[in-house]
């Protein structure tokens, strides 16, 4: 599988996936090694990795890259960096034009 994968996907990652309960999240150039190596979409490999994360998916389409990594992510954010990217979302929200 990693050499399927390409230069994204080592054998020891590969190895790690397979044998640990709650993998980290995968890069998005290791998401669509991933895809390449097993020929699925990139989307179905995106949701497996997720679940498999620890992660809770819903099947709505998300808009952009940048929600993705925002949901994606938002585990690995301490109290303050959450306190701090809640700010920012409320002041844009409070700003938006009219």
């Known amino acids: 599988m990693a050499e399927r994968g390409g230069e994204h996907?080592?054998?020891?990652?590969?190895y790690k996936l397979a044998t640990t309960?709650?993998?980290?999240?995968?890069k998005p150039e290791q998401i669509t090694a991933l895809a390449a190596?097993?020929?699925?979409?990139?989307?179905?490999?995106?949701?497996?990795?997720q679940q498999s994360a620890g992660y809770h998916t819903y099947e709505t389409e998300t808009p952009d890259t940048k929600t993705?990594?925002?949901?994606?992510?938002?585990?690995?954010?301490?109290?303050?960096?959450?306190?701090?990217?809640?700010?920012?979302?409320?002041?844009?929200?409070r700003n938006l034009p009219e």
């Open 68 to 93: 993705r990594i925002l949901i994606a992510n938002v585990k690995k954010l301490n109290d303050e960096q959450l306190a701090s990217v809640a700010a920012l979302v409320e002041f844009h929200l």
């Open 9 to 14: 996907l080592s054998k020891s990652y590969v």
């Open 21 to 26: 309960d709650q993998p980290a999240m995968p």
């Open 37 to 49: 190596a097993l020929e699925l979409d990139e989307g179905v490999v995106m949701h497996a990795a």
